[in-house]
């Protein structure tokens, strides 16, 4: 069975593309949000490429790697590759660093193509790695003019690796006649010529060059969509009508769930005209029908063909919906491609009727597999019904038959290669890698669909029993992507065989999906929220029993069941829901919380968009009655004295970080003995909570030793903690507190924090007025003012009160400090002397790198340079050394001018977030600025990464639209710092600018404790020894 057109190919893809750009230059060739580039735009950046790579040594039939993020430099890179006469590798980035590491060495790569943000993990290859985007500038100077071309329709055109039985992955070697044979007949079928296409599929899937480049020879826009759109049905319909889509390619699972979306929305895109599925068996659902039916227009296509020939048949839907089959055929062959059906055992064509084994022949085939001889002769074979001792037959593993009309009906695999989710998997890959386990002896992998439509893979285990199954799936995921991982483990003590010795896959036991692994008793649902989530649960991943507190993704839960149940959460509940939500709350106890708050958000009629992080609702004028003084705290007048010398003074906050350096500060500009209250339940022990907090940020001095005195104490007691005799001691010693110590959490309500960070401080105003006055110096924070319009207007001066009509604050840590300052403010009043100091995001010591590991912005720059990129927020980070800080604010604290005042300690000269990205760039790590789209997309796929700050970078406060750490830019122009520059005009103190000099020694520092590893080839500077304090042992 074959269809030979008139003539095989002459042009290649690339060159179809060329002859398009002279035929309609200014047209737009591609477009990712609002950035395009035209045809000529595409075909000069891709032929300056091309003459780059060749530079590089790359011609006919040399591999080149290609690892880079969905963007048009993907389609450039592409174009770039073939025109220089390379085969282009695509290398997914979400795959695990080790199958890449094989495709890599398995290819015989001598260059790769990547980006910034993904290039750390290639450079200790053996490859030239460059970035399209760094190294822009260096290839934008080659010559935009066409190549000539000396590729020839034999040389090959791209390998791409599919699931190998050998346990490891094999790659198809596609030469470019079999491409441009399928790109010229799709060409002449369609409808749409220079109409517009999605690029959905990625492009280390075949069908991606079906979508690229029958559009691009064309004249058509090829549409490309972020990741995050791309996986949800819904947005994935809003762009189709937005952008007003006529060709679509998909994937089964996708055109199901997109479908389902279509009718929960009632609005079909109008401007569709094609819609093309490929991939695994079209299923005719209810939805499906029902989208076309209300689409006339709009035809259905049905493609066929194995990655080692593309596709080789294709059948067109016609007639009503409601009368297509639930199983439509897959059609008949494309131009110049040949089918065989042939009996398994005798090779012989079967009868129309009768069950075959599919052969392909005919210019569709791929060379083979690269590298692997043995296994290209096992598929790959001599064609026995022609002369032409060149022609060969690929041996498919499908089975189908032919119809009365002559189109084939698909009827499964002859082998046990499987689809889930129209990823071909080779179990075999999967159960070679499972007895790699020392738990596991011997392995057995299927695809089950005991709920149809619910198709999973399944492992079976011979092993030791005793072994968790959580140890293995682990073991599992680190080392395959995740559409290769099983979706459960079943120990069997035995497999079951057949009759010849092999394994009787059809009599293992279905799945029970039982509790073991999951490490969580079964809790039942107990409100009204629960019982609808358990349910929705249940229906999206089959199982009958699911308790509040069991974590979604232990239950076989992946990304498609993500969409899945989020698409019927929102329609339950009526709200909005974005993806990542699941991600935040995996157990129906928490998502349930979620949902609680989102409706009754919706229900007051504010905004239903889903604030993940915790917040509570106290309002202001709550919060003004917290902010009550007790009365008996005054000071009476005449009794204020002038401190600058002080023998005795009390500190809080010095087992934190910022209190650590305060208290080294202190020991440093004055005689001082220093009285540090801390939680301890002895002088000892106290001791040593000190010392080691000191130690641990470099600071500890041995001259300390004989002027610390630790005070043993509690701020959430009345009293500190301290009897009254020891309170009545304390208060007639010292002559100035400083008063740094609080629960610092973006995530705890106000009420969590009132007992230390209010009430101690009250219990601190009462110290500070008993027996003598004494100056009140207290670490707030900006934070205060993060409210709806705090920056709206004018700067914010130090001299502003607290607005007590703004809006409610983000997080009860700023509210807590908001009513501390107010407390202040009162005991100023009653003639108390006070200063106030308010930083801003505190960084580490600019030479030793000492920092905080745990605190915010240390966790978000390692989360930037793991993840390889940053949001590219329109807003500036700033960030104040934590010596800076600490030394500033003891010198003013120590003058008699300072007494009164409040001190907005900000950077003058911040960066903006961009530049702040640069430069983790210039210390020698690759971190792209990103879309918040695309940032929101790599959150949902490496969430661990920046795990519990998650909600800070994509929650919103309420009523708002922006995120938390959009809230705390703070600019010059915001926010007057004019008090500290005044205060410190006199001396050399000054805030530094954020270079590769000062975060340098913070890198190094993050390397030596283990947070974070060096850049590969570390252009970091040495920390000397002698700009880091000493940490002998105390004696």
């Known amino acids: 069975m074959n269809t030979l057109a008139c003539s095989t190919a002459v042009q290649l893809c690339h060159q179809l593309f060329e002859a398009q750009v002279s035929r309609s230059p200014s047209a737009v060739a591609i477009q990712f949000g609002e950035d395009f580039l035209t045809y000529q735009q595409l075909n000069c950046k891709a032929n300056q490429l091309a003459r780059h790579l060749q530079e590089l040594g790359v011609s006919q039939n040399v591999p080149v790697g290609l690892c880079i993020e969905r963007s048009l430099d993907t389609i450039v890179a592409i174009l770039g590759i073939l025109k220089a006469g390379g085969a282009y590798l695509p290398l997914d980035p979400s795959y695990p660093a080790e199958r890449l590491a094989f495709m890599l060495q398995n290819a015989q790569v001598p260059v790769l193509v990547t980006q910034r943000s993904l290039a750390r993990q290639f450079m200790s290859g053996q490859q030239i790695v460059f970035c399209i985007d760094a190294d822009w500038p260096a290839i934008a100077v080659n010559r935009e003019t066409n190549l000539s071309s000396v590729t020839m329709p034999a040389d090959l055109a791209y390998i791409i690796y599919t699931s190998g039985s050998t346990g490891q992955p094999k790659g198809v070697a596609m030469p470019h006649q079999p491409l441009v044979n399928l790109v010229q007949w799709q060409t002449t079928q369609s409808q749409v010529k220079a109409g517009k296409t999605l690029q959905f599929t990625p492009i280390s899937f075949d069908v991606s060059f079906q979508e690229i480049f029958s559009t691009l020879s064309a004249g058509g826009t090829l549409i490309l969509i972020d990741d995050q759109k791309r996986r949800d049905p819904e947005y994935l319909r809003q762009t189709l009508v937005e952008q007003e889509i006529n060709r679509l390619f998909l994937p089964f699972v996708a055109l199901n769930h997109l479908a389902d979306a279509i009718a929960a929305s009632g609005q079909v895109p109008s401007q569709l005209q094609e819609v093309i599925t490929a991939g695994e068996q079209l299923r005719i659902t209810e939805a499906i029908a029902d989208w076309f039916r209300q689409a006339p227009d709009c035809t259905l296509s049905n493609h066929y063909g194995p990655s080692e020939s593309h596709v080789v048949t294709a059948y067109t839907l016609s007639g009503a919906p409601e009368d297509w089959s639930q199983l439509p055929p897959i059609g008949t062959p494309i131009d110049n491609a040949e089918i065989y059906l042939l009996d398994r055992q005798t090779l012989i064509p079967v009868t129309k009727g009768e069950i075959g084994e599919i052969y392909i022949g005919g210019v569709s085939l791929a060379q083979g597999y690269l590298h692997r001889t043995d296994l290209t002769a096992e598929r790959f074979l001599a064609n026995p019904f022609t002369q032409d001792p060149d022609d060969r037959l690929y041996k498919s593993g499908d089975l189908a038959r032919r119809l009365p009309d002559g189109n084939l009906e698909y009827l499964g695999r002859a082998d046990e290669q499987v689809k889930i989710r129209g990823i071909r998997i080779e179990p075999g890959e999967v159960e070679a890698l499972m007895e790699q386990h020392p738990a596991v002896q011997k392995a057995v992998v299927m695809a089950r669909e005991d709920v149809p439509g619910d198709k999973r893979l399944v492992a079976y285990a011979i092993g030791d029993l005793t072994q968790a199954i959580e140890t293995v799936m682990e073991f599992i995921k680190e080392r395959l992507p995740v559409c290769m991982v099983p979706s459960t483990i079943v120990w069997v003590e035995q497999f079951p065989l057949t009759p010849s010795g092999k394994v009787d896959r059809r009599s293992l036991p279905a799945p029970e999906y039982s509790r073991d692994g999951l490490g969580t008793e079964f809790a039942a649902p107990e409100t009204v929220t629960e019982e609808i989530l358990a349910d929705l649960w249940k229906q999206v991943l089959n199982l009958d029993r699911i308790g509040i507190h069991d974590y979604f993704f232990d239950l076989g839960g992946d990304s498609l069941k ?64 917290e902010a009550v003084v007790d009365a008996n705290i005054t000071v009476e007048a005449g009794t204020v004295p002038t401190v600058t010398a002080p023998n005795h003074v009390l500190i809080t906050g010095v087992t934190g970080f910022v209190g650590a350096f305060l208290l080294s500060e202190l020991l440093a500009q004055t005689n001082a003995d220093i009285h540090c209250l801390v939680r301890a339940k002895d002088q000892s022990a106290g001791w040593a909570k000190v010392y080691k907090n000191l130690a641990k940020y470099r600071l500890w001095k041995p001259s300390y030793a004989t002027r610390i005195v630790p005070v043993i104490g509690d701020l959430a007691k009345p009293r500190l903690g301290l009897t009254p005799a020891a309170f009545d001691d304390l208060a007639a010693t010292v002559e100035g507190i400083y008063h740094s110590g609080a629960v610092t959490s973006l995530i705890k309500p106000y009420a969590d924090l009132r007992d230390v960070n209010v009430a101690g401080t009250e219990e601190l105003l009462r110290l500070a007025t008993q027996t003598q006055v004494k100056p009140f110096h207290f670490i707030s924070t900006l934070d205060i003012f993060q409210t709806a319009q705090a920056f709206s207007a004018e700067p914010i001066t130090e001299h502003d009160p607290l607005n007590p009509h703004e809006a409610v604050y983000f997080d009860g840590y700023a509210k807590s400090k908001w009513v501390s300052e107010m407390m202040l403010e009162e005991a100023r009043s009653r003639g108390l002397p006070a200063c106030i100091y308010r930083p801003v995001m505190i960084t580490g010591h600019t030479q030793s790198g000492a920092a905080n590991t745990g605190d915010l912005m240390n966790r978000l720059i390692k989360g930037f340079i793991e993840l390889g990129a940053a949001p590219d927020f329109d807003m500036v980070f700033n960030v104040v050394p934590v010596d800076h800080f600490s030394q500033s604010t003891i010198y003013l604290s120590l003058q008699p001018e300072s007494i009164g005042k409040n001190f907005n300690c900000i950077n003058p000269n911040p960066p903006s977030m961009r530049r702040f990205v640069e430069v983790i760039n210039e210390c020698g790590y690759p971190v792209e600025s990103v879309d918040h789209a695309t940032w929101e997309s790599l959150l949902s796929e490496h969430v661990e990464t920046l795990d519990s700050i998650v909600h800070v970078l994509t929650s919103k406060a309420k009523a708002e639209s922006w995120s938390y750490i959009e809230r705390s830019s703070v600019g010059a122009d915001q926010v007057s710092c004019q008090n500290v520059l005044d205060g410190l005009a006199e001396t050399a103190i000054a805030c530094p600018d954020v270079t590769a000099k000062m975060l340098s020694p913070y890198f190094q520092f993050f390397a030596e404790v283990g947070f974070l590893d060096l850049p590969e080839a570390s252009i970091l500077p040495e920390v000397h020894p002698e700009a880091v304090q000493e940490t002998t042992s105390m004696r």
């Not at 698409?567 to 928490?590: C, N, S, Y």
């Not at 708050?597 to 905004?607: C, F, L």
């Open 562 to 625: 993500v969409i899945q149940l989020v698409h019927r959460t929102r329609d339950a509940f009526r709200i909005e829901l974005p993806m990542l939500v699941l991600f935040d709350a995996p157990t129906i106890k928490q998502f349930a919380q979620v949902i609680d708050e989102a409706v009754q958000q919706r229900n007051a009629g504010m905004m239903s968009e889903v604030r993940i992080a915790t917040t509570d609702d106290i309002s202001i004028a709550d919060l003004r009655q």
